[in-house]
């Protein structure tokens, strides 16, 4: 079985050692992955969990920003770590989700030599 632990902010991004906090919380707790969405204000937001997707390889990690500054977390992200992103198939559930065919296009186009 697959246990992920999730962690939601939709006020602000936290610090770095927050949300490297939040991944040791995870870890502590047992989760084989640890999934982190928080609200993007800014491109130093959309940095910080860049961040720790680069600095975090030791755990399965998702990170994923949320809102309209943050729509190339959920395209960029998986390269360079995240193991998923979302899209929406009918209503978004979240902030910055875009439509399935938009994404499954999007990512088509960046990453072409991808299944």
Request: glycine share 8%; with cysteine; net charge neutral.
């Amino acid at each position: 079985k697959l246990a992920i632990a999730s962690f939601h902010d939709f006020a602000k991004t936290p610090t770095d050692a927050a949300l490297a906090e939040v991944v040791a919380r995870g870890r502590a707790l047992g989760a084989d992955v640890v999934k982190i969405a928080t609200a993007v204000a800014d491109p130093g937001d959309v940095r910080s969990l860049a961040r720790l997707l680069v600095c975090t390889d030791d755990i399965g990690l998702i990170a994923i920003g949320m809102g309209d500054r943050a729509v190339a977390t959920r395209l960029l992200f998986p390269a360079l770590g995240s193991l998923l992103t979302y899209a929406h198939a009918g209503a978004a559930t979240a902030p910055g989700q875009i439509p399935l065919d938009e994404m499954h296009s999007l990512l088509r186009r960046l990453f072409p030599s991808q299944p």
